[in-house]
């Protein structure tokens, strides 16, 4: 199922809003990203014709079953690509932005490696792996191919 990267960080940030204060509304969204009012509205209605949310007549956002998982899949990738980052030596701060921009394009294969070298691992996705049939991992080459960079 492909999610647009805009959808996915308004998701990601409906279910961050809901685990912060327990609720989430257009207002509280357009805050914390930065954006007009207009503009989540229009992702709202996007979010709601792919089921991703619904809409209380109170204007509380609440994720559907589909939009959970695809919240808590990019806030777990966020969250641990930055702890992977920090563990580098890159600031908090850096950390957190850049993995915003590495959650949506990296790929499986390098999320799971990275989360082999998390202490507490990536728990979603070690089971969502486990649950598909996958090939060996290759080994890890010595040297680089130049022709690959």
Do not use: W
């Not at 999610?3 to 969204?29: F, T, W």
């Not at 589909?66 to 641990?80: D, I, N, P, Y």
């Not at 996705?125 to 690959?148: C, F, G, T």
């Amino acid at each position: 199922m492909y999610v647009p990267e805009s959808q996915e960080n308004y998701l990601e940030r409906i279910l961050m809003l809901q685990q912060e204060k327990g609720y989430a509304r257009s207002v509280d969204i357009a805050q914390a990203m930065g954006v007009t009012k207009p503009s989540v509205s229009h992702a709202m209605k996007q979010l709601r014709e792919g089921g991703y949310i619904t809409m209380a007549e109170d204007n509380l956002i609440t994720l559907t079953e589909s939009g959970s998982q695809v919240a808590e899949r990019m806030l777990e990738r966020h969250m641990t690509i930055a702890r992977f980052l920090m563990t580098l030596g890159i600031s908090e701060r850096v950390a957190y932005e850049d993995a915003c921009k590495m959650e949506h394009d990296l790929s499986d294969e390098s999320f799971l490696a990275i989360c082999g070298f998390i202490e507490d691992g990536c728990p979603l996705h070690m089971k969502n792996a486990q649950q598909k049939k996958q090939e060996p991992p290759r080994p890890v080459q010595e040297s680089i191919d130049p022709a690959l960079l």
